[in-house]
């Protein structure tokens, strides 16, 4: 675990050093956020706060895995997707900062990109990977083969996650948190498959935990969607590109609660007028609710770390160090 390791803390060092920087650019660039009339009222006092703060925690994970001198072609395919995604979010936050208002591009189109950014490294894993539509059990004791089905759900998982991530990026330090916890257990559960896995989901951990610096309450900075939709591509890209897509799937438990939320209050409030949450995603809900957002963050934080425990005590994961 030298090299995994390695990309860790250089990514955390150079998310630190670099965070004060980036900040001052993007304030004198005037790329500030521009708060929703759909947020609780408490959230009106962070407008214009610098956005792109993605920025740093890509460059950061890029330091960390050049250090660690480790990068394989599945790896670098999944760097290459996550670099998609962060392009996407960059053009959004640009147009939301240059505009004025809470929205950048409309869904449909950012899901179109979304969708052909998957279907590309999709394509990628058909050419390169040995039986492409095999995946691994929850428990990695068999093995499951969907067939053609395999990339229908595939780029739906990438889709997924990535706003996945990024509905739950709304409140000061959560999604770095939750990213920090999950990247290392992911890391942990692709090991050895290839090692360029787990040092890039490790050098992502990194970059995460050393934007908290900057991003914790109260935030000098956001990540953006340039930061949020990259970070759950490259979740969803590692899971792919190693088989363990259920697995993932249950270290980002907290991530796929918070977008079902919202599919459930769309849902109930179109079906039968009334909502089941006050507010979503559902971090919402809690704010309207009472509790503080740093009550709600550190809260999420212990529960994802909890539950990443839990999953991979349960795959047999830490038997490897006994």
């Known amino acids: 675990m030298t090299k995994p390791a390695i990309a860790f803390l250089v990514s955390v060092l150079v998310a630190i050093v670099i965070g004060p920087k980036a900040i001052e650019i993007l304030s004198k ?3 500030r956020q521009t708060i929703s009339e759909d947020v609780p009222e408490r959230h009106r006092s962070k407008a214009g706060t610098p956005i792109m703060g993605g920025l740093v925690i890509l460059s950061s994970a890029a330091c960390g895995m050049w250090f660690s001198g480790v990068v394989d072609s599945k790896s670098l395919a999944v760097a290459v997707m996550t670099l998609g995604f962060a392009a996407l979010g960059f053009l959004d936050d640009y147009l939301i900062a240059s ?3 809470s929205l950048g591009l409309k ?9 052909l950014l998957a279907i590309g ?21 068999s093995e499951l083969d969907l067939g053609w089905a395999f990339y ?3 780029v739906l998982f990438i889709v997924g996650m990535s706003n996945a991530v990024n509905l739950t990026d709304g409140l000061d330090g959560l999604v770095g948190g939750l990213m920090t916890a ?13 090692p ?19 991003n914790s309450h109260p935030a000098k900075i956001f990540m953006g969607d340039t930061g949020s939709l990259a970070l759950g591509a490259a979740l969803a890209g590692i899971a792919i590109a190693s088989r363990r897509e259920l697995g993932a799937l249950l270290l980002s438990a907290i991530f796929v609660i918070e977008a079902v939320s919202v599919i459930i209050q769309v849902v109930s409030f179109k079906t039968t007028g009334k909502r089941v949450f006050k507010m979503t995603p559902i971090h919402h809900h809690f704010e309207k609710s009472g509790f503080s957002e740093v009550k709600i963050v550190s809260g999420f934080w212990i529960l994802q770390i909890l539950i990443c425990f839990a999953i991979l005590t349960w795959l047999g994961v830490f038997e490897i160090w006994n």
Do not use: M
Not at 107 to 115: G, H, I
Not at 182 to 194: D, K, W
């Open 99 to 101: 505009r004025g208002k």
């Open 107 to 115: 869904a449909r189109q950012k899901l179109l990109v979304q969708s």
């Open 121 to 141: 490294f999709v394509a990628w894993v058909h050419g390169n990977l040995d039986r492409p539509t095999v995946i691994l059990s929850i428990r990695e004791n």
């Open 182 to 194: 999950t990247g290392l257990s992911l890391g942990l559960l692709v090991f050895g498959y290839p």
């Open 196 to 214: 360029g896995l787990t040092v890039l989901a490790w050098a992502i951990a990194g970059g995460c935990l050393g934007f908290l610096w900057h």
């Open 29 to 31: 660039l005037r790329l």
């Open 152 to 154: 229908p759900l595939a």
